[in-house]
């Protein structure tokens, strides 16, 4: 077994972690994903979904399964002694992750919540109330998540995507003196708020720490109340968070604590106390979080609670048994890696590793293997510019495009697991793939969706392949994805393709996109289809020819070429590894 040069930066190496926490990493499964047994006969799964959720290990599951068997957690908006348990370890949890992120109690408060889109949605329902008329300016950075683009809905004054970090340098700067910015009607709010993550979770690109500061130092002060959200879900999974520094630290704070620990699945907004009022405002309030409400047409009114900010914001009852948990996630996680230092630069160097080798691929005509998606400025060699995630595509030597579903069918068979799609970030997808908003909405009304097997349109891909590592990774992770990668990698670039033959009709039936019963094709873009006839009002189907749909084989040493879609996902299972006989895997 390969040892990691890092090991010296965890408590126990990371080998022997491997093998005691993360029993499920050596299982079985059937069809229906659930888990057998552990083998230890069988190659470890190669996790590299880190960004997604690390893996848990099983130490924190034992330890919260032996607590929760000896103590009765009652609802805390009680004075029962269940109750006061529960709010004990409420407190205590909250206690505890504002001193893991740096965050002093005397200038930050921690209010729970379901996960960071969540958290987001909180900032939103404050500033929508704060605001003069319930309207506010907002701000957001391309590489913005999903969840923080959705915001921009709410910002009846007006927004702005900032495409690169020089135009938020350039803003932060000259403030509204910027002619996009006045043109955009962005200075006709009192409020505004400008959010950014702190790391991509498309590509692992890590983004300024600083503009919190220089916003609150900038030129808005004089005219606007301008606020900071930073959404760090992505960047705490392998980073340290550091908010000491509470003059220049964000405004809000939005994370999932499942990102970290694996378990368990809750998030928290970390609020500045000084920017804590705009929060009280929102118009909505909760179970848990008023003092006195009367109800009546004419005399209805409310008093929210003012004694601290998260009693007036923790809406109904906590997740009080997963806030519990967080106590052991976060003892068993500093017993296993001993900080989040040690993790980044674990991680850090295993990534760096991987990334330098998946660069130097080459086909043998020096066609180049992996087209990695980078961002500007990004360095794997420095963890401030660069996280341990990378986004890429596979081209073969003709430099047509590796389809992403049978790239991941392929990892799946092969004992990795990781993440293929629009990954939730659609400017950095636009960006990185070269979509222009005109392409964008083309390829939907093709047929693309969110999941769906649309994989490369007008000989662009629609997504990419992201693999991420963190605390539980190896370097027997990096080699077997290596091991893995090469599969594709053509030596000889002058293969010839065999065609099986089709046992059935020569035309098939075959589902594409309508845009009146919006049904789509799951398999084949239009495009590659040859329509014989107009839709059957019956089936609502066409007509199509099987021999235009001809889909080769991505693995390089293999020759065959099917006319469905089908049949090559069934072919894939000839390119397993060797297991043992009674190994099943998931069904397609």
């Known amino acids: 077994m390969s040892r990691d040069p890092e090991d010296s930066l965890y408590p ?15 299982s079985q499964y059937l069809p229906s994903y659930g888990r057998i047994k552990a083998d230890e006969d069988y190659p470890e799964t190669t996790y590299l979904d880190h960004a997604g959720c690390p893996p848990y290990p099983q130490s924190l599951m034992e330890a919260y399964h032996h607590f929760m068997r000896h103590n009765l957690l009652g609802n805390p908006h009680s004075q029962s002694p269940s109750s006061l348990l529960s709010t004990q370890c409420i407190e205590n949890a909250r206690h505890r992750m504002l001193r893991f992120f740096r965050a002093d109690p005397e200038h930050f408060d921690l209010v729970f919540v379901a996960n960071a889109t969540a958290a987001i949605k909180l900032v939103a329902e404050g500033l929508s109330g704060r605001a003069s008329g319930n309207d506010f300016w907002y701000g957001y950075h391309a590489d913005a998540h999903t969840s923080l683009v959705g915001l921009r809905k709410l910002a009846s004054a007006g927004s702005r995507c900032f495409t690169t970090d020089i135009e938020v340098e350039e803003w932060l700067d ?69 908010l000491s520094d509470h003059a220049n630290a964000p405004d809000f704070v939005a994370l999932s604590f499942y990102k970290i620990f694996g378990f368990p699945d809750i998030g928290a907004l970390i609020v500045r106390k000084e920017a804590g009022h705009i929060l009280l405002k929102r118009p909505y309030f909760g179970g848990g979080t008023v003092d006195m409400v009367i109800n009546g047409t004419a005399s209805e009114w409310h008093a929210t609670k003012q004694s601290a900010l998260h009693e007036a914001l923790e809406d109904g009852t906590p997740a009080f048994h997963s806030i519990a948990a967080l106590d052991h996630a976060l003892d068993v ?13 674990h991680a850090g160097h295993l990534t760096s590793s991987l990334y330098s ?15 990695i998606y980078k961002g500007d400025g990004a360095d ?43 990954v939730c970030n659609p400017g950095g997808i636009a960006s990185y793939l070269g979509l222009s908003p005109v392409e964008m909405r083309r390829n939907f009304a093709e047929g693309l969706r969110c999941g769906n097997e649309f994989d490369v349109m007008n000989n662009k891909p629609t997504g990419v392949i992201r693999v991420s590592l963190g605390a539980s990774s190896n370097l027997n992770d990096v080699s077997h994805f290596m ?106």
């Open 12 to 26: 126990v190496p990371i080998d022997s972690t491997r093998r005691k926490e993360y029993p499920l990493l050596k």
């Open 174 to 242: 000259h403030g509204a003196d910027i002619p996009s910015h006045e043109q955009s009607g962005g200075c006709s709010s009192s409020v505004g708020v400008f959010a950014y993550p702190a790391q991509s979770n498309l590509n692992g690109r890590r983004l300024p720490l600083h503009w919190p500061g220089r916003l609150r130092r900038s030129a808005f002060k004089t005219n606007k109340e301008m606020y900071s959200l930073l959404d760090a879900a992505a960047y705490v999974s392998t980073a340290q968070l550091d």
């Open 333 to 345: 996680h500093t017993k296993l890696y001993g900080s989040m230092s040690n993790v980044s630069q």
């Open 357 to 371: 080798r998946m660069s130097a691929l080459t086909h043998g005509n020096g066609v180049a293997v992996c087209e």
């Open 380 to 422: 794997y060699k420095i963890p401030s510019t660069q996280g341990p995630t990378i986004a890429f595509n596979i081209r073969n030597s003709r430099k047509d495009w590796i389809r992403k579903s049978d790239f991941e069918r392929l990892a799946i068979i092969n004992g990795i697991q990781l993440r293929t799609g629009g």
């Open 483 to 588: 091991k893995f990668i090469d599969m594709f990698v053509e030596k000889e670039c002058s293969r010839k393709r065999k065609v099986l033959p089709v046992s059935r009709p020569r035309y098939a039936r075959m589902l594409l996109w309508k845009k009146e019963s919006r049904t789509g094709c799951q398999h084949t873009p239009t495009a590659d289809l040859q329509k014989l006839e107009g839709p059957n009002e019956n089936t609502k189907a066409y007509l199509v020819q099987v021999s235009t749909l001809n889909v080769h084989c991505p693995v390089a040493q293999c020759s065959m070429a099917f006319p469905l879609q089908e049949q090559l996902w069934k072919h894939f299972e000839s390119h397993k590894p060797p297991s043992p006989s009674r190994w099943k895997f998931p069904c397609f």
